[in-house]
């Protein structure tokens, strides 16, 4: 079972048999007593961490192509007016994403403030948000029907996971909740301007690395190594 899998079920049994530990959830009680929930939450700043800093190894490179270290121009001269189509493109489609996303949240929202929802439930929303960005990249992911992406790897919306997967817990208030947002609008901030200063970065006919030959990607999909070995074989 994957680490996330395994951390879904950890809340789920915490959830149930001892809700006691989400009490760090409240205002600052973060700093009261120590709870599991934080090594959960010293395992996702660290992933947030890892999507603000350059790190050349042990990060997917869909996460990473921001960075200049992980950009490889392509031999001949970029086609910079379809590089610009596909800027608009790719934006519009990640917006209407956001737009969606933002009318779940708001859902959500409404759940919680009629009682529905508990604070415990935000944080489970949270946790099978994280389980499903896994599911997104293994088996199918509905995001690509708007962004029209081949894979992850070239996903526009990469690094948008953290904020889209903690999003639930703005409702919650407290340092445990408010921290995680704030980070993630970070990450999230960092990858938008990065889209904007540097998008030849993010298109796989400007930035070779992208291009399924180049894929290092352990969790590169059957689809995926299919075209990998296509395009190898046509080389």
């Known amino acids: ?39 959960l939450w010293i395992i996702w700043v660290a992933d947030m961490i890892l999507q603000i800093v350059p790190i050349r190894n042990r990060v997917p490179l869909g996460s990473q192509k921001l960075f200049a ?7 001949e001269k970029i086609n910079y007016k379809a590089l610009k189509q596909y800027i608009i493109f790719t934006t519009k489609a990640a917006y209407k994403v956001f737009l969606i996303w933002c009318a779940l949240i708001a859902m959500i929202g409404v759940f919680y403030y009629s009682g529905i929802l508990s604070k415990i439930a935000l944080f489970m929303i949270s946790v099978l948000f994280y389980v499903c960005d896994l599911i997104c990249v293994l088996i199918w992911c509905p995001f690509r029907l708007i962004m029209k992406n081949r894979c992850c790897t070239t996903c526009r919306i990469f690094n948008w996971d953290h904020l889209m997967m903690f999003s639930p817990l703005i409702y919650m208030g407290g340092f445990f909740a408010v921290s995680l947002v704030v980070l993630s609008i970070m990450a999230w901030l960092v990858w938008e301007l990065c889209f904007m200063m540097y998008p030849e970065r993010f298109w796989e006919y400007s930035n070779a690395a992208l291009q399924c030959s180049q894929c290092t990607d352990k969790l590169c999909t059957q689809y995926c190594r299919k075209l990998r070995t296509n395009e190898k074989s046509n080389c």
């Not at 809340?11 to 120590?34: E, K, R, Y």
């Not at 270290?69 to 031999?75: E, G, L, M, S, V």
């Open 1 to 39: 079972m994957s680490r996330k899998g395994c951390i879904l079920l950890l809340c789920a049994a915490l959830a149930i048999f001892h809700s006691d530990s989400f009490q760090v959830l409240d205002g600052m009680n973060f700093f009261s007593s120590f709870s599991p929930l934080h090594l």
């Open 69 to 75: 270290n992980r950009f490889q121009p392509i031999r």
